[in-house]
Structure formats: structure tokens, C-alpha cells
């Protein structure tokens, strides 16, 4: 049985990898995954304290994160399509006409 | 008053006494509401009624006081109450206050449908009939302030009644404003009567106020009981009130030296020198002092001048209505002259020769000037009805229908007029057995035997009285018409001539009132006037004298026959048929001296020079020179609103701009300069909003491991 903090090494791990890919890309569906791979790692980490402390709240957590998730790629992806539709690209950074 | 009062005999009528006020405010309310889709005869004929019915109520009272001699006091309202001062608006009713009652209601109801005819003509002759509903209301405002004058029970409700009077004849002295010389003459003759009235009123203000100030309170009844006590302690307060009460009375009833406003008064229309300038108005003064005859009684001092006034005035004015041409101006100087026979009476005491001369005045100067205003008229019916037969304009259109030098030879063509007029003057000129008569002996008689001085003076005006009037009437109707006008003048109509009857009827009988050794009038007084007054020697007067009586019969006779003389005789001799050439024999005789009678003593171009020019120059200094370059220009244009200017210069230019306005677009610059610096952070990409997140998150979590460790 591998120890916890492995496992939530690979977490911050994912989670920094995630958070690297949204601020990095240009890619909108890069940028989404990117939010999914944050998402999971969140999951992980909850996962992981769950067992650690031997409490179940952290597992019922995930149930709720992963509705959320769900729910925001459905969200998401229909932006996504409409920018698309819209713009022919799904560039971020041509999307700007919020600039100060 | 309760319904129990009613009770005792006789009583019933005093409770009807506020109807004297009533029916003339309610003809005159009736007049203003509706005059203006009434008929002509309508509107004279409500004025007249209210008056009538005034007189009916006159009359009950006088039926009531014949069981009831002492009369009453009848409460109306409170008007003023504030601390010790407690003032009502009290009618009272006794035999003095009825006497003027009546005559003003009997005498103004004769000269209201008088004035139902004369005015029908009036307002046409001076081209605005739509007058005529103005004049009947301002007729009917007379008789109402009249009556409050007569009525009150106290000093200060008779003042509301003397300025109401006042007032009425202000407007009604200018009744035709835009007539008269230069457009104008005839509100100047209102004016002149307004403030000379003023300066009188001052008076009866002083001598109220002392009034009030010495017994605390304003009401007869309070009032005279205790005058005989405080003119043991305060003789010169009571000297005070009698004096300046003078005042007021030589103002309002024409004496020297205010009597100058009454002969420009007659710029009225006629009926209202009837009714105010001769029978009632003017003769308020003498009814004040009659009124306060206590005070008079304990006051020696204060009837010698009032009867020395009153003296003066009746010789002084009866000597220039002789040189007078106007035939309203001659009756306006007579009108003058006689009141100051009546204030003479009064100041020497005799209350009751004095109210008598006012009553019977009363009955033959209306007469007088009405039949004058029949003869006015008919003179402007002869005039149009010669433009008319001609046919176009006359040199005589400008011809002066008052000027007795035009008229002559009206006996035959106004025979009524005449005859009435011809009463009138014997009247006034004391011939027996007509009104003036007895009235005119009655206060040479008291004369006579209290100073002789007067005696003379009054006896010469006397004459005066006879020879001005048989001037007047020796002028006017006999002889040849000396202009066309006249010619072809014409009787007035009906409603006209019978007032001008009955009241010829009341000028032949109404001596009657007060015939020697019966003295109804007299006794009738006596129950509101106690005081008798007494020979130089301490005795009782005695009821009649023959020498006086012939004395005075004689002196008229004198100066009627003088008056034949010069004016039928001499002038009849001189015309020779030439009437054209009528020149006054008097004036050619006299030469002089007749102008100066004709200038009236220059009595007005002195006030002219002593008062009213100096006025004037000191109202145009104070107006120009300190109200306008002083106060106007300098005061307020330089001191304060050049201040305020400097003033506002700083608040606006130092303090507005350069303070608040510097802070407040320091602060716009300042927001627009930040904002324009942080715009920049809004990049529109995402990944640096969500960088920034980022990077808040790990601030926060750095911040919360740190600490919270």
C-alpha cells in the first residue's frame, strides 16, 4: 500500500499541470481539458484525504465535484460551439473585445 | 336686545334701530350685484327705497321716544376687546341722535329721487350713462356711513362713520375724475377735500385719544358723567380735547381756516352738494360738538374760540359768495357761512339754536341746490336743443352752464324751479315766517346777550345772506335771457320738481319745529342736552326778542332791497334792451375791492404760497435729492450693492473658482489619470484574468499556510 502523500504529490503534480495548460495554451478545448485535469487532481486529493483520515465526506465531495464538472462541460463545450460559429476560430486570445 | 324687552310700550322700536343701517347696505349690496342688468329706474328707485325705509325706521324711533324720552342703547356687536378697552358697536338712540337720523334719511330721500332724474341726464350730458349704477352706490355708501356717524354710542365708531362720510365724498367729489379743468380739475377737487378733511381728522384723533386717555374709555355714557370731576384736576386735558375736537369740526363742517375744500367740492354732481356739501355731510361737526356738549359746558375757554371761529367764517365767507359768480359756488360760500352761524351757536352754548339752524339748513340749502341743479340742467336742455334747432357747433357750446352772467330771464321758462328757489332764498335770508327765520333769530338772540361782538358780526353776515342771495336770484330769473342757451330753456321733468316741492314745504314751515315760548324742538333736546346756556349777566335767556328779531328782519329786508336795486333796476336801466352787454353792477361799482371778493381774499393762492408750494418744494427735495440721489443713487447703487458686488467678486472668482471648482476638477483629473493607468490591466485576454486569479490564490494560500502554521 503506497503511502498517501504519494498520492497527493500527483495531485499537486496534475494540478499544477492543469493550471500551467490554462494559462498557457491558446486553445480553447486545450484550456478546457486543462480545467478538467485541475478538477481531477482536486478529486485526487480529496480521494486521498478520505482514506487518510478515514472519513467518507472527502469521497461524497468527488460525487459532487464530478456533477459539477459535468454539468460545466456541458456549459463549456456549448460556448465553445457558439464562439466557433461565430468567430470560425476558437483562438482565445482573439476573443478581446472585453479590452480596457 | 331679548324678545322679554319687547314688552313695555313703546320699546318695540329701538330693537328695530340697526335697521338704519341695514336697508342702505343692502340697497347698496343690491345695486353692486345686479345694478348692471337693471334699468336705470330700478337701480334709483332701490337706492331711494333703502333710504326711505331708513327713514320709516327714523321715524318709528322719534314715535318710540315720544313715551320713552330717555332712549337706549341697543348693543349690536363686540369689536374690540384688548385689555381695559372694551368697544362695541352700540347705536345710540335719543333725541339728538333721531333728530340727525331723520334728517338725514327725510332729506336724503328727497335728494336720492331727485337724483333718479337729474343723474338720467348727468351721465348723458358727460357721455358715460354706465355711471349712473356707481353713482347710486356710492350714494347709498353715504347714507350708511351717515348713519353710523349719527348712530354711535362711542368715539371711535362715530370716527368710522366721520371717515366713511369722508370717503363718499372723496368719491363722489370726483365723480366725473376725467372732467373738469385741464381733464383733471375734478380729482384735484376730491384730493383737496381729502387731505384738507386729514388735517381735521388729526384733530379728532388727538382729541380722541386724550379721550381715552383721561377716562378709559371711548362711550358716551361712560364718558360724560365724569367730565365735571376731571376738569377739576385736569382743566387744560379737557381744554386739549375741546380744541383739538375743533379741529376735526373745522375740517369736516368747513370752517376757517379748512373751509377751503367745500367750494371746490361742488366739481360733484348736484345732488350730492345737496346731500353731502350742504344738508348732512358738513353739518357732522356741528352734530360732534352738540354731542359733546359736556365738555363744552365745563369748558368756557373752548366756546369763546368755537363761537369766534364759527363767527368769523360766517361773516368771511358770506362776503365772498357775494362776489361769486358760479351759481353752486355762491350756495357753496353761503352753505360755509351758515355753518358757521351753526358752530357759533354751539360754541356759545346754544346746543339747541344751533341743531335747530342744522335741521331747517338742512330742508332749504338742499332745496337750493337742487333747484340750482334744475336750473343747470335746464340751462344744458336749452343748449342742446338750440345746437339742435341750428344745427351745427356754437361759439356758446364752451358756455359755462353755471355761470349765472349767462343766465337771466329763467322765471318765466322754470316757473316751478323758480318759485322753489325764490322759498329757499327767503328762507336763507331769514324772512318771516319761513325756516330761517326762526332758526337764524334764535342764535342772534343767544348772541345778543352773551357778546355783542359776535352779535354785529353775525347780523352783517346776516345781510350778506339776504343781499347774496337776491343777487342770485335777481340774476338768474329775472330780466332777459343774455344767451340762447337760456332762451331756449326748459322745466325740469317731474321727479325732479316734486322733491323740490316738498322740500320747499319743509324750507316755509319747518320753523314751526321750534316757535318761541313753545320750543317743541328745544324740550325734545333737552332729554339728551342738559345744559341751557346763560345771559352775560347770569340769567336765563329769554325765549324771543323783538329788537333782534326786528333787528334781523330788517337788516334782509335791507339787503334784498339793495339787492332789487342794483341787480333789476340798475341793470334794466343800463341793458336797454341790449342784454348781450350784462355786466355785473356790482363789479363795476366796487372795482377792487369786488375782485378781491371774486379771488376769495387770494385765500387759496396764500395757502398756495404759505403751505402748499413750500410742501411741495420740500416732498421735491426729499423725493430727488435724499430718496433719489442720496439713498437711491449713492446709498443703495454705491454703498450696498457696490459692496455686495465686491463681495460676490471674491466669493465667485477667489473662493468658487479658485477653492471648490480647483478641488473638484482636481479630483475629475485625478480619476481620469488612474483610471486611464488601470485601463491598462483590462488586457481582454483571459489567461491573464485567470493568471491573476492564479496568483491570488497562491497569495492567499501562501498567506493562510504561513499564518494559520
Not at chain 1, 60 to 66: G, H
Given at each position: 500500500m503506497l503511502p498517501e502523500y504519494y498520492y497527493l504529490t500527483l495531485s499537486a503534480i496534475l494540478f499544477s499541470m492543469g493550471a500551467m495548460g490554462v494559462l498557457i495554451r491558446r486553445n480553447a478545448i486545450i484550456i478546457f481539458m486543462s480545467?478538467?485535469?485541475?478538477?481531477?487532481?482536486?478529486?485526487?486529493?480529496?480521494?486521498?484525504?478520505?482514506?487518510?483520515?478515514?472519513?467518507?465526506?472527502?469521497?461524497?465531495?468527488?460525487?459532487?465535484?464530478?456533477?459539477?464538472?459535468?454539468?460545466?462541460?456541458?456549459?463549456g463545450l456549448a460556448l465553445i460551439v457558439a464562439i466557433f460559429e461565430t468567430k470560425q476560430s476558437i483562438d482565445i486570445d482573439q476573443m478581446n473585445s472585453m479590452k480596457g | 336686545m331679548l324678545l322679554s324687552d319687547v314688552g313695555a310700550t313703546g320699546f318695540q322700536f329701538f330693537a328695530l334701530v340697526p335697521l338704519i343701517l341695514i336697508f342702505p347696505l343692502l340697497g347698496l349690496l343690491i345695486n353692486i350685484a345686479f345694478?348692471?342688468?337693471?334699468?336705470?329706474?330700478?337701480?334709483?328707485?332701490?337706492?331711494?327705497?333703502?333710504?326711505?325705509?331708513?327713514?320709516?325706521?327714523?321715524?318709528?324711533?322719534?314715535?318710540?321716544?315720544?313715551i320713552h324720552p330717555e332712549g337706549t342703547v341697543i348693543r349690536l356687536a363686540d369689536w374690540i376687546t384688548i385689555a381695559n378697552l372694551n368697544l362695541h358697536w352700540g347705536i345710540k338712540v335719543d333725541t339728538l341722535s333721531v333728530t340727525m337720523m331723520l334728517v338725514v334719511s327725510g332729506v336724503g330721500f328727497l335728494i336720492h329721487v331727485y337724483a333718479i332724474a337729474y343723474m338720467h341726464d348727468d351721465v348723458r350730458i358727460n357721455g358715460d350713462p354706465s355711471r349712473y349704477q356707481r353713482f347710486f352706490v356710492f350714494f347709498n355708501l353715504f347714507i350708511l356711513a351717515m348713519m353710523i356717524l349719527v348712530s354711535a354710542d362711542n368715539y371711535l365708531m362715530l370716527f368710522v362713520g366721520w371717515e366713511g362720510v369722508g370717503l363718499c365724498s372723496y368719491l363722489l367729489i370726483g365723480f366725473w375724475y376725467d372732467k373738469g379743468k385741464d381733464g383733471i380739475g375734478n380729482a384735484l377737487a376730491g384730493k383737496k377735500a381729502f387731505i384738507t378733511n386729514r388735517i381735521g381728522d388729526f384733530g379728532f384723533l388727538l382729541a380722541a385719544f386724550t379721550i381715552f386717555g383721561l377716562f378709559h374709555s371711548f362711550e358716551f355714557d361712560e364718558i360724560f358723567p365724569q367730565i365735571k370731576q376731571v376738569a377739576t384736576v385736569l382743566p387744560y386735558g379737557i381744554l386739549f380735547i375741546t380744541v383739538f375736537m375743533l379741529l376735526g369740526v373745522t375740517g369736516k363742517s368747513a370752517q376757517l381756516p379748512l373751509y377751503v375744500w367745500l367750494p371746490d367740492a361742488m366739481a360733484g354732481p348736484t345732488p350730492v352738494s345737496a346731500l353731502i356739501h350742504a344738508a348732512t355731510m358738513v353739518t357732522a361737526g356741528v352734530y360732534l360738538i352738540a354731542?359733546?356738549?359736556?365738555?363744552?359746558?365745563?369748558?368756557?375757554?373752548?366756546?369763546t374760540l368755537v363761537s369766534w371761529v364759527g363767527a368769523l367764517t360766517a361773516l368771511f365767507a358770506a362776503t365772498i359768495a357775494v362776489g361769486q359768480f358760479d351759481i353752486k359756488k355762491v350756495l357753496a360760500y353761503s352753505t360755509i357761512s351758515q355753518l358757521g352761524f351753526m358752530v357759533t351757536a354751539v360754541g356759545m352754548g346754544a346746543f339747541t339754536a344751533g341743531m335747530?339752524?342744522?335741521?331747517?339748513?338742512?330742508?332749504?340749502?338742499?332745496l337750493?341746490?337742487?333747484?340750482?341743479?334744475?336750473?343747470?340742467?335746464?340751462?344744458?336742455?336749452g343748449l342742446h336743443a338750440q345746437l339742435h334747432h341750428k344745427g351745427g357747433l356754437q361759439e356758446d357750446h364752451h358756455l359755462d352752464p353755471q355761470d349765472m352772467r349767462n343766465m337771466g330771464g329763467l322765471r318765466t321758462r322754470m316757473p316751478t324751479t323758480f318759485w322753489v328757489y325764490l322759498i329757499g332764498a327767503l328762507a336763507l335770508a331769514g324772512i318771516v315766517p319761513l325756516a330761517g327765520f326762526w332758526s337764524k333769530d334764535e342764535i342772534l338772540l343767544n348772541a345778543s346777550n352773551i357778546d355783542k361782538r359776535i352779535y354785529w358780526i353775525l347780523a352783517v353776515a346776516a345781510f350778506f345772506t339776504a343781499f347774496y342771495m337776491a343777487r342770485q336770484i335777481f340774476m338768474v330769473f329775472f330780466g332777459e335771457p343774455r344767451t340762447d342757451a337760456v332762451a331756449h330753456a326748459s322745466e325740469s321733468p317731474q321727479l325732479m320738481t316734486i322733491p323740490l316741492i316738498v322740500l320747499a314745504a319743509l324750507a316755509g314751515f319747518g320753523g314751526f319745529l321750534n316757535l318761541p315760548h313753545i320750543e317743541t324742538f328745544g324740550h325734545w333736546l333737552e332729554h339728551t342736552i342738559e345744559y341751557k346756556p346763560l345771559t352775560v349777566l347770569g340769567e336765563e335767556m329769554p325765549p324771543f326778542s323783538l329788537q333782534v328779531a326786528g333787528m334781523s328782519t330788517l337788516l334782509a329786508l335791507l339787503g334784498i332791497g339793495i339787492g332789487y336795486w342794483l341787480y333789476y333796476i340798475l341793470v334794466q336801466k343800463s341793458l336797454r334792451g341790449e342784454p348781450q352787454a350784462y355786466k355785473d353792477p356790482l363789479e363795476s361799482a366796487l372795482g377792487p375791492v369786488f375782485s378781491v371778493l371774486n379771488h376769495k381774499y387770494w385765500v387759496d393762492e396764500l395757502y398756495g404760497v404759505l403751505v402748499i408750494h413750500p410742501y411741495q418744494a420740500l416732498s421735491q427735495w426729499l423725493a430727488d435729492v435724499v430718496d433719489w440721489r442720496f439713498w437711491h443713487d449713492w446709498f443703495h447703487d454705491t454703498v450696498i450693492a457696490g459692496t455686495f458686488k465686491k463681495g460676490t467678486k471674491l466669493l465667485a472668482v477667489q473662493i468658487d473658482l479658485g477653492i471648490i471648482d480647483a478641488t473638484a476638477n482636481g479630483l475629475a483629473r485625478l480619476t481620469n489619470w488612474s483610471s486611464g493607468q488601470l485601463r491598462r490591466v483590462q488586457t481582454g485576454y483571459v489567461r491573464n484574468y485567470a493568471m491573476a486569479v492564479f496568483i491570488g490564490v497562491v497569495f492567499i494560500l501562501g498567506y493562510l499556510i504561513v499564518i494559520l502554521k
Open positions: 480545467v478538467e485535469l485541475m478538477l481531477n487532481a482536486a478529486n485526487l486529493a480529496f480521494v486521498s484525504f478520505a482514506r487518510m483520515h478515514a472519513t467518507i465526506n472527502g469521497q461524497i465531495f468527488v460525487f459532487f465535484v464530478m456533477a459539477v464538472a459535468a454539468a460545466e462541460v456541458a456549459v | 345694478g348692471s342688468r337693471m334699468q336705470e329706474k330700478q337701480i334709483g328707485w332701490v337706492a331711494s327705497g333703502a333710504v326711505g325705509l331708513t327713514f320709516i325706521i327714523s321715524f318709528l324711533q322719534l314715535v318710540s321716544l315720544g354731542r359733546s356738549y359736556p365738555f363744552y359746558a365745563v369748558m368756557p375757554e373752548a366756546r335747530f339752524h342744522l335741521v331747517t339748513h338742512a330742508f332749504f340749502k338742499a337750493l341746490f337742487l333747484s340750482a341743479g334744475s336750473v343747470i340742467q335746464g340751462v344744458e336742455r
